[in-house]
């Protein structure tokens, strides 16, 4: 059995290596290297892919995320809701920008942000809803529209981990994560499902006031050089990523697809006992349609529920078997993050899952042999 690991990206590169090498090496020999040709060709690939207006490449997906909020126009003290249960990058962006989180808790099933907490969170103040779609499966977000409509407030929807996903709205139709909302962001990080071989991101909009504002933000608040015209950042993708990506993005439905296949074995292997939960398909396209595309499995999360998922992550690394806890702190009693508003009875489902929550390898080369040996270790575990 070959060595198993949490992200095989070598592996990967191994298939697109020769259309990769060649490209970035057209890109050292034009010497195009920021806001080059390959950029401009990947934006209007993956405008396509995702059906959406306008897509701004830039620089990671925190800046994407940053850039998002700043193109929106929120001040200081604007209040943003986001969920507990997600990685830091969420909430430090509005804190950086001198915004107010409000953080609340998530869905037992889903991991995503509940919409009752949502709405019973909204304040006078409140001016925007940033909701992640954790572990690549989308947030409720025909509850998630329908509570922004009726309280005036825009949507930036955080797609770092379900880029590819699709989500079947309540009137049947499909469209994929990241273009629900005003604006949203996504990270190229190199183990997303669509990653690059260093930093890269993007914002998606339909809006095209909104996107004229984001193409200057990215840039230094230029349309015209050395005319200013709006606060900027430096946030640009550079060419070298963009061919990655350009090589990766015609295989990403595949890539989905290879990682739900995986995500089928494992659940297949672990489902039903008692202390285990595998994860859970919510969206109404896991019953509705075939090769159901609402799940694209960036990690496979599962819940040891008997109180014994330290010692089964320990156990796992003793045999070289990587997994991942993600996430293990709530953000709430994140040092950076603390706020005397916060009521524990109001996290308890994050509370429960920080302790509960195992990640297991999921990448596009996982083969029967490893999928079967981790299933079996992690249910001689949970046995004894």
Known sequence: MKKIQMVDLNGQYQTIKEQVNDSIA?????????NGPEVHAFQKELEDYLGVKHVIPCANGTDALQIAMMGLGLKPGDEVITADFTFAATVEVIA????TPVLVDVELDSFNIDPVALEKAITPKTRA?????LFGQCANMDAIMEIAEKHNLYVIEDNAQAIGASYTQKDGSKKKAGTFGHVAATSFFPSKNLGCYGDGGAIFTNDDALAHTLRGVVNHGMYERYHHDVVGVNSRLD??????LRAKL??????????REAAEKYSKALEGHKNIIVPTLVNTCATQCEN???????????RITNGQRDACV?????LQIPCGVYYPIPLHLQKAYLDERYKEENFQVTNQLVKEVISLPMHTELD???????TSTILEFVNQ
Do not use: M, W
Not at 96 to 99: A, D, G, P, T, V
């Open 26 to 34: 057209n890109v050292l020999e034009t010497s195009a290297f920021i």
């Open 96 to 99: 950086l920008l001198n915004l």
């Open 129 to 133: 809803i940033v909701p992640v779609h």
């Open 239 to 244: 060419s070298i990523q963009a061919v990655v």
């Open 250 to 259: 015609p295989l990403l439905d595949q890539y989905n697809k290879s990682r």
């Open 292 to 302: 159901c595309d609402c799940h694209v499995f960036h990690q496979y999360t599962l």
């Open 314 to 318: 320990k156990h796992l690394g003793e």
């Open 368 to 374: 029967d042999e490893q999928i079967a040996y981790i």
